[in-house]
């Protein structure tokens, strides 16, 4: 069965960083673009970033752009956000979702648990 | 960026309703929305790709219609664990967006 779950989420001052993983299992990790969503408390869902199955290509929302990395260790099925430079407009529940082709459409099929981010002095 | 908007933002129904929720696209998308379901406090479950098209496992009283900018979720007969948010949101284009959710509430 395919999972998902992110790892690293706690609470950090504003201007600090925080590394988020997300580990998976059950599928063939190496073969999937991977994406992060994030979800600040009682508004909806924000998408952040993309990176494709091999690294070679990934895209931000402006709000993460130059502050937040994504990137993936294959070997390791997981994901990883370095969050950098954090303000308090960050804190939210952080997502990971798989990316998943059929035909033409790639959307997002399987998602983690989520973990919680709070920015605060 | 390409804007995404739901309506309504909340809805109240009660078991067996059938009700629409509506998702219009800033610019044409052709069908590549996709519209999912979140539960209070767990992560937003697929519904339907494509937008028309039942991820597997999804109940058929679940279905979505629509091109271009103009789309809509229906359920055609609410059951209790429906009852949740739902959100559209676009993959022709980076950034991908998401619509503002709409909360259906008993």
């Known amino acids: 069965q395919e999972q998902l779950a992110e790892f690293g989420g706690g609470m950090a001052q504003p201007g600090r960083s925080l590394r988020l993983s997300c580990v998976v299992s059950g599928f063939a990790f190496e073969t999937y673009h991977m994406n992060w969503v994030r979800q600040a408390p009682g508004k909806g869902l924000e998408w952040l970033a993309v990176?494709?199955?091999?690294?070679?290509?990934?895209f931000y929302a402006d709000s993460v752009k130059g502050r937040f990395t994504v990137y993936r260790d294959n070997p390791k099925n997981t994901l990883y956000f370095q969050m950098n430079s954090l303000t308090p407009e960050d804190t939210a529940v952080y997502f990971c979702?798989?990316?998943?082709?059929?035909?033409?459409?790639?959307?997002?099929?399987?998602w983690g648990k989520g973990t919680t981010v709070i920015v605060s002095s | 960026d390409i804007q995404m908007t739901q309506s309504p933002s909340s809805l109240s129904a009660s078991v067996g309703d059938r009700i629409t929720i509506t998702c219009r696209a800033g610019q044409d998308i052709r069908n590549y929305l996709a519209w999912f379901q979140q539960r209070p406090g767990r992560a937003p479950k697929s519904l339907i790709f494509?937008?028309?098209t039942l991820q597997s496992g999804v109940p058929s009283r679940f279905s979505g219609s629509g091109s271009g900018t103009d789309f809509t979720l229906t359920i055609s007969s609410l059951q209790p664990e429906d009852f949740a948010s739902y959100y559209c949101q676009q993959y022709h284009t980076y950034p991908l967006t998401f619509g503002g959710g709409t909360r259906l509430e008993i």
């Open positions: 494509g937008a028309s």
């Open positions: 990176i494709s199955h091999d690294g070679s290509n990934i």
């Open positions: 979702a798989r990316e998943v082709r059929v035909q033409l459409h790639n959307f997002m099929d399987v």
